[in-house]
């Protein structure tokens, strides 16, 4: 098992930051993958960013060039830095961190936190 505990989020005027933390304890491993959904009312939830292992990093088109993603390994710790927010970034943004298990790959999920741009 592998425990997420996320921090950051909450209210920002549009075009202000927010950074948002993730850290996973547990059974972790040294091949994974780290980052951010979110979801926001009526629509699915999407891929913001993640991290993998090798370094790897991938973005959701409209967040490329505000948000950044980072980790440090050493805490298993991922921070997802937001800039120039905007209204349609409001939504509950799930940390995950995936791993192999034996043969197949399991996501762990954290509670979920709230960000919420206004205009």
């Known amino acids: 098992q592998v425990q997420l505990v996320e921090s950051g989020g909450g209210l920002v005027q549009a075009g202000g930051s927010l950074r948002l933390s993730c850290a996973a304890s547990?059974?972790?491993?040294?091949?994974?993958?780290m980052g951010w959904y979110r979801q926001a009312p009526g629509h699915e939830r999407e891929l913001v960013a993640s991290i993998a292992s090798s370094g790897y990093a991938n973005y959701l088109d409209s967040v490329k060039g505000r948000f950044t993603i980072s980790e440090d390994n050493a805490k298993n710790r991922v921070t997802l830095q937001m800039q120039s927010l905007k209204p349609e970034d409001t939504a509950v943004y799930y940390c995950f961190y995936g791993k192999p298990t034996g043969p197949r790959w399991t996501d762990y999920w954290g509670q979920g936190t709230q960000v919420t741009v206004s205009s």
């Open positions: 547990g059974s972790t491993s040294s091949i994974y993958a």
